[in-house]
């Protein structure tokens, strides 16, 4: 495997200040020299040096490149990779290496809507957004084909995997669910994709469901099965409470003394509390004029 190791390159600013300067100055004086009648042989080498010099800011020029913030350059000399330049400046290196400008600024990847079935074989719409970065230049260079491609095709794979293992929703109470422990499920989505991205030099600095939803093919009667079970919740804990209400005024009548009920008339009473106190509408009263026996 081929990991990052840090290049060592020249100023670029002591070439393009001094270097191509001076090499200019000399082609021109060689030039000069050269058209001046004197000894033929010194005349042809003074214009040999001269295409030597001009040739030499040729190479200078193209040994000279800019590394601009969050940005680097991977270096390879015929084919073998020899270092990274991360630190911001114009730089030299050889005019023969080629350097390949990588981002290592940190990039969104909003995934498609997929349609995968959660862990109860329910068919759910599920789309990710996935925040990374390059860290390992080499890596993401030459251990994969398209570094930008495979953390697209990756984390929807993560995504994918990640989606069959947990319900949509949370039946029973203690169980993770997608939609109701969102930072649960973000952490092992974050997980799975990083598995997958290491050996591209890639680090997942977050990920989060963007969206979720039944397929349009089952959403309508999931919706009534939520519905039904906001519904028995409700009347769960309005039931729970009739009875705890019930059962203080009875005890409080009985520590107070007030009236002495029998069996049935205790029983007709909490028949009527409960009446009152669960049903939908608002009970019409009947005052009693009579005697309650």
Request: contains cysteine; glycine residues 6%.
């Given at each position: ?5 840090p290049?060592?390159a ?6 393009l200040?001094?270097?191509?300067p001076v090499?200019?100055?000399?082609s021109?004086f060689s030039f ?5 009648p004197s000894?033929?042989?010194f005349?042809?080498a003074?214009g040999v040096?001269g295409?030597?010099?001009c ?10 490149f800019?590394?601009n ?6 270096m390879?000399l ?5 270092g990274?330049?991360h630190q911001t400046?114009?730089w ?11 981002s290592?600024r ?5 995934s498609?809507k997929l ?8 068919p ?7 925040v990374?970065?390059v860290?390992?230049?080499?890596e993401?260079?030459f251990?994969v084909d398209?570094y930008?491609?495979y953390v697209?095709?990756?984390?929807e794979?993560a995504?994918?995997n990640?989606?069959?293992q947990?319900?949509y929703?949370a039946?029973?109470?203690?169980h ?7 930072s649960e499920?973000a952490?092992q989505l974050?997980?799975e994709v ?5 050996k591209?030099?890639v680090?997942?600095?977050e990920?989060?469901i963007s969206h979720?939803?039944y ?6 009667a999931?919706l009534?099965?939520q519905?039904a079970?906001?519904i028995i919740?409700?009347?769960?804990r309005i039931v729970?409470g ?5 059962e203080m ?8 003394n ?5 069996d049935?008339r ?9 009446v ?5 509408k608002?009970?019409q009263?009947v005052?009693?004029?009579g005697s309650?026996?």
């Open positions: 495997m081929i990991q990052e190791t290049f060592k020249k100023s670029g600013l002591l070439v200040i001094v270097g191509i090499l200019i100055a000399l021109i000069i020299y050269a058209s001046e000894i033929y042989g005349r042809a003074a040096f295409f030597l010099c040739f030499s800011v040729i190479l200078a020029l193209c040994g000279l800019a590394v913030p969050n940005e680097a350059r991977a390879t015929f084919g073998n990779y020899v990274t330049v400046g114009l030299f290196a050889n005019p023969f290496t080629l350097k390949r400008k990588i290592v940190v990039r969104n990847f909003d498609d349609k995968v079935n959660d862990l109860e074989g329910n759910i719409e599920i789309g990710a957004v996935v990374w970065k860290v390992d230049t080499a993401a260079l251990e398209d930008e491609d697209m095709v990756q984390s794979a995504l994918r990640m989606a069959t947990y319900p929703d039946h029973e109470e203690g993770i669910a997608l939609r109701s422990h969102t499920i952490e974050k997980v990083q598995n997958r991205l290491e591209a030099g680090e997942v600095l990920a989060r979720l939803a397929a349009q093919e089952i959403a309508s999931m009534q099965r519905q079970a906001a919740a409700a009347r769960t729970d009739a009875v705890g209400m019930v005024a009875l005890d409080k009548l009985n520590e107070r007030i009236v002495q009920l029998d049935e205790k029983a007709q009473m909490v028949s009527n509390l409960l009152v106190l669960c049903g939908d608002a009970t009263p005052v009693n004029t309650v026996y």
